[in-house]
């Protein structure tokens, strides 16, 4: 269906630059001229079927630039919340020289993946800073999940208790919802009398709302998906992909 998609987006927009080609009468093409226009074209195509790849190529390559400057202008008009909300969970450096920002949902396959290079970058990178921001995408339980560690964040604001809860959520097996949620929560140390009232509280509901807001601004649509300086990396791109991210931030290399 992608593919299909794509095809009929070269032809039309080969169709389309030949129909734009002005006519020397300025009065637009006759019926018959557009019918003969549009023979020519498809037996054209069908004889040099490789000019529809290189369309292709040039349509994904225009629509990638677009998404790049789009997230560039949401990264540079969000900046200040994307980076330093007083609501996000920060880890390792908070005077790092670079930021990894991490939108992720503790029911999401691939971020249990995530987590673990997570903790490798925070393991080897001491010049690091760690953003984690709930986005739960994947269902109630999901949602109740991250109620549960926007009320722990707000009762932990070293996040020790809170990376202790999301490696026990993350390295889990099975569905995750509220009651096991709570059980992590119990095991990190959290006051739960506490949590308990702060999971519906105005101020946990601003913290999902404030991260959904920011995800629909940048284009984000699953998880896990990353801010790196100006980029947005979606996906769990693996280790080696993300120190190279990180470098690029941090010297203008993929190696520093």
């Keep these: 269906m992608i593919f299909l998609s794509r095809f009929v987006m070269a032809t039309a927009l080969l169709i389309a630059a030949a129909f734009s080609i002005p006519d020397a009468s300025a009065q637009g093409f006759t019926p018959a001229q557009r019918a003969e226009i ?18 292709m190529q040039e349509v994904e390559k225009r629509q990638a630039i677009a998404e790049t400057e789009k997230a560039k202008g949401a990264i540079a008009s969000n900046r200040e919340i994307i980076f330093n909300s007083p609501r996000q969970v920060t880890l390792g450096n908070p005077k790092g020289d670079v930021t990894m ?47 549960v560690g926007a009320a722990l964040n707000m009762q932990d604001k070293t996040g020790k208790k809170y990376l202790d809860f999301h490696q026990k959520l993350l390295s889990g097996r099975g569905q995750v919802d509220r009651s096991r949620a709570l059980a992590a929560a119990r095991e990190a140390g959290a006051d739960m009398a ?50 190279e991210k990180i470098n690029t931030a941090r010297c203008g290399k993929i190696t520093c």
């Design 38 to 55: 549009e023979a020519i074209v498809k037996d054209y195509l069908i004889k040099n079927p490789d000019v529809l790849q290189e369309v």
């Design 101 to 147: 920002v991490e939108f992720f949902d503790y029911n999401c396959g691939y971020c249990k993946r995530a987590m673990v290079d997570m903790m490798e970058l925070l393991k080897g990178d001491s010049k690091l800073r760690v953003v984690l921001k709930e986005f739960p995408v994947l269902g109630e339980g999901s949602v109740q999940a991250a109620q």
């Design 194 to 243: 506490r949590l308990e009232k702060d999971m519906v509280s105005p101020e946990a509901k601003a913290t999902l709302e404030e991260s959904f807001k920011l995800a629909e601004a940048l284009g984000l649509n699953g998880t896990p998906s990353y801010v790196i300086n100006d980029d947005v990396v979606i996906g769990a791109v693996g280790l080696d992909a993300l120190k």
